[in-house]
């Protein structure tokens, strides 16, 4: 079964420092997602990516945030300066289609996962 | 914005008996879908709903859309202790791709 897939799996770093989380999402998905989940706490929308492009992102995703397709597998999520509140599981996805109500629209894979820990 | 509540937080239940998880979202939804992680892992896809008052079933899991395309439920038969995990509702708004995920519950099964 086509997965996607994450790295690295955990990632401690200091406060301030660049952090870079690699994704590798489905090869025939289009949209691409950075999810986040605090430790027990629910998973919260970070941005949407298609067609090369942020197609939407929410509050948490400031200035400190910013995403890549770098080449033709590859999804990058980059935390500029990290804070100590960023420590959470990052979660990539993606999903084949979008759409409104059809059946099969805004599935998401889910990767397993890059937990962050800033000290 | 789009808030997605679920009800109850916590639930800790006998194994054999029933569980049902509630989702009320504060707009209409295009479709609502459900995932499931267990404890350390990741979010996994269990099925969607698109029809008002869809009702889906998987095995010992009901899954139910509300009529007006705003709040679902999840109901497990005769719990075992596979279903221990976190159920998440999720929820999408017409025309957007963006999937809100709701509070959660967490089930934990008493052997």
């Known amino acids: 079964e086509p997965e996607v897939t994450q790295t690295p799996s955990h990632q401690v770093t200091q406060m301030g420092q660049e952090v870079i989380l690699r994704c590798v999402p489905i090869?025939?998905?289009?949209?691409f997602y950075w999810y986040r989940q605090i430790l027990g706490q629910k998973v919260e929308f970070l941005v949407s990516f298609y067609n090369n492009e942020i197609s939407e992102k929410s509050e948490i995703f400031d200035d400190q945030f910013s995403v890549e397709r770098p080449d033709g597998s590859n999804f990058t999520l980059k935390i500029r300066s990290t804070k100590l509140e960023d420590s959470a599981m990052y979660f990539c996805a993606s999903s084949k289609v979008v759409g409104q109500t059809y059946s099969g629209a805004n599935v998401l894979t889910f990767g397993a996962g890059s937990r962050l820990t800033v000290l | 914005g789009q808030q997605v509540m679920q009800i109850p937080q916590y639930q800790h239940v006998q194994e054999g008996e029933d569980f049902t998880t509630y989702c009320n979202s504060s707009?209409?939804?295009?479709?609502i879908q459900w995932y499931k992680q267990r404890p350390g892992g990741h979010p996994v896809f269990l099925i969607q709903?698109?029809?008002?008052?869809e009702v889906k079933k998987q095995k010992r899991l009901t899954f139910q859309f509300g009529e007006a395309k705003k709040n679902s439920s999840l109901h497990i038969t005769a719990t075992q202790t596979t279903d221990v995990g976190t159920y998440f509702c999720?929820?999408?708004?017409?025309?957007?791709?963006?999937?809100?995920f709701g509070t959660g519950t967490r089930l934990t099964i008493i052997p």
């Open positions: 707009t209409t939804l295009s479709n």
């Open positions: 090869s025939n998905h289009l949209y």
């Open positions: 999720a929820g999408t708004n017409f025309g957007n791709e963006k999937l809100t």
């Open positions: 709903l698109v029809k008002s008052g």
